[in-house]
């Protein structure tokens, strides 16, 4: 793998390249891996009980509701991170193991995508622009989903946490995304849903999308972003008039 470029923000760039986050971005973050965790966390744990109880809250899950808190450590974490807090609640589990545990195959997860996502990758297509998935996600799973939400053949790139590039919030994985598209990273936008995705293109030297349709709000996302919008459907337009 060649070196990676140092760059510098510069978002009156022209853009030829959206780099997009998978969960909450693509996904719907909540009605996606909601139900899935809940399920994992009970056959895992052995049923409701004591121990589910105590790994949701390390998870920040609500475990009746089937939903993660705002400020839960999964959202925008690596399965590193995952394995960090679930280990000491299943020392008997060998990392692999655990990991074995929590992995979500296409025959136990289904992923819901964003409103008119399938729309939204055409336009962008159409309009000329190559489009990237940049993830905190295993790669092989980020290919599955985009397979379950028939996505896929939009993509030219999937970088994920174990490609080679690192993991957000640190810039590598938009990097590394751009290198595999061929463009300059001065010529991406990064979009997401969360602190990790602006971060992250940020300090690639990218413009920076923020989306609301993971846990974050927008006061909370606006000071890291050039702009919000409420989707990726949005997309399309917004780009439009930057255009102008």
């Known amino acids: 793998m060649s070196p990676l470029p140092k760059t510098t923000q510069n978002t009156s760039a022209a853009i030829t390249a959206i780099l997009f986050d998978k969960d909450g971005t693509l996904m719907d973050f909540q009605a996606s891996w909601g139900p ?25 899950f609500d475990l009746a509701q089937a939903r993660f808190h705002p400020d839960s450590a999964i959202i925008a974490g690596t399965p590193e991170d995952v394995l960090n807090l679930l280990q000491p609640h ?59 939400m028939d996505v896929s053949t939009y993509f030219s790139a999937v970088i994920g946490y174990d490609s080679g590039y690192g993991g957000k919030p640190a810039p590598g994985p938009c990097l590394g995304a751009a290198q595999r598209l061929g463009v300059a990273p001065s010529a991406c936008v990064m979009v997401g849903d ?18 609301l349709t993971g846990v974050a709000v927008a006061a909370e996302l606006t000071p890291h972003a050039d702009v919000v919008l409420n989707s990726v459907a949005d997309l399309p337009d917004w ?5 102008i």
């Open 36 to 60: 899935w965790a809940q399920g994992v966390i009970l056959e895992i744990c052995g049923g409701p009980g004591e121990k589910a109880e105590a790994v949701a809250q390390a998870m920040g």
């Open 90 to 148: 299943f020392p008997h589990l060998a990392p692999d193991q655990l990991l074995a545990c929590l992995d979500a195959d296409p025959a136990r997860f289904s992923p819901k995508p964003v409103a008119g996502l399938g729309d939204m990758c055409m336009a962008l297509t159409q309009a000329g622009y190559a489009l990237a998935v940049v993830t905190n996600d295993f790669e092989a799973s980020a290919h599955d989903h985009l397979r379950q």
């Open 194 to 211: 969360s602190l990790h995705d602006l971060a992250a293109g940020r300090a690639a030297g990218m413009c920076t999308v923020a989306v």
């Open 239 to 243: 780009l439009r008039h930057r255009q």
